[in-house]
């Protein structure tokens, strides 16, 4: 997840048009990329530059599963989030 959803850290973010171009040079055909936020407008604008970009298709989003274990959670943002009943925007991509 990238934590930087305020305007005054917009800039800091990675998913970003040349990071993608970056990626999508490092990446194998076929390799995948796993992303999420709890920020709902930063997985709209994800999804648009990853779009734009032409170098990934987006495969079915991964299911989110109840945690069995408080390890289950990968950061303690989803933590948080998950416990309070609030939704983690998945996707998963794959280069082409």
């Given amino acids: 997840p990238d ?3 305020k305007r005054r850290h ?3 973010r990675l998913i970003e048009a040349e990071f993608v171009t970056k990626l999508a ?5 076929g390799g995948k990329l796993h992303f999420w936020t709890d920020v709902e407008k930063y997985f709209e604008l994800t999804v ?3 779009t734009a970009d032409g170098s990934f298709r987006r495969l079915p989003d991964p299911p989110e599963r109840p945690a069995e274990h408080d390890l289950d959670y990968l950061t303690n ?3 948080k ?6 939704p983690i925007y ?3 991509w794959e280069r082409v």
């Fill in 10 to 12: 917009h800039s800091r």
């Fill in 48 to 50: 648009e530059t990853l």
């Fill in 81 to 86: 989030k998950r416990q309070a009943g609030l």
């Fill in 3 to 5: 934590p930087w959803w």
């Fill in 90 to 92: 998945r996707s998963l």
């Fill in 77 to 79: 943002f989803e933590r």
């Fill in 25 to 29: 040079k490092a990446l194998k055909t």
